[in-house]
């Protein structure tokens, strides 16, 4: 995948790393993935890695598959090529519910508050989401 300010003519405007650290360990590994709806190619042969600590913005205009990609990851549609793994396990072929026991978790953005909750509320909803588990977490039952 090409770096911020190289424009490839079929999929992604760019990916911007934060938090690098070459020595974490791989959380995320995507290996040419491809999703195709009948003739049309929404993915095409995308591969990247996300380790612990990192963000990974994808950067695209309105339908370059950014959404779809994440969903082809999530599990929710089935990419005709490539490989998935996350903390070294391999998710190919897994149901989303699968995923999600593996520790796969995916959230929209919200472009607006909850009207029914206080600004403090919202603001505890957001920061909250910081003391979740990571995809490495064991949960106690």
Do not use: H
């Not at 695209?60 to 990609?69: E, F, Q, R, V």
């Not at 796969?104 to 910081?130: E, I, K, W, Y």
């Amino acid at each position: 995948m090409p770096p911020c300010g190289i424009f490839p003519p079929a999929w992604l405007a760019c990916y911007t790393r934060y938090g690098a650290d070459d020595m974490a360990e791989i959380l995320l590994n995507i290996d040419a993935l491809s999703v195709q709806f009948g003739g049309v190619r929404a993915v095409d042969a995308v591969s990247f890695t996300l380790t612990e600590g990192e963000l990974l913005g994808l950067i695209g205009p309105n339908g370059a598959g950014k959404t779809t990609l994440l969903r082809a990851i999530t599990g929710v549609v089935k990419p005709q090529q490539g490989s998935i793994s996350l903390a070294g396990q391999n998710l190919d072929g897994l149901s989303v519910p699968q995923r999600i026991r593996s520790g796969l978790g995916l959230a929209q953005q919200l472009v607006r508050p909850f009207c029914s909750m206080t600004v403090q509320d919202n603001v505890a909803l957001a920061a909250g989401s910081a003391k979740q588990p990571g995809p490495g977490a064991r949960c106690s039952a």
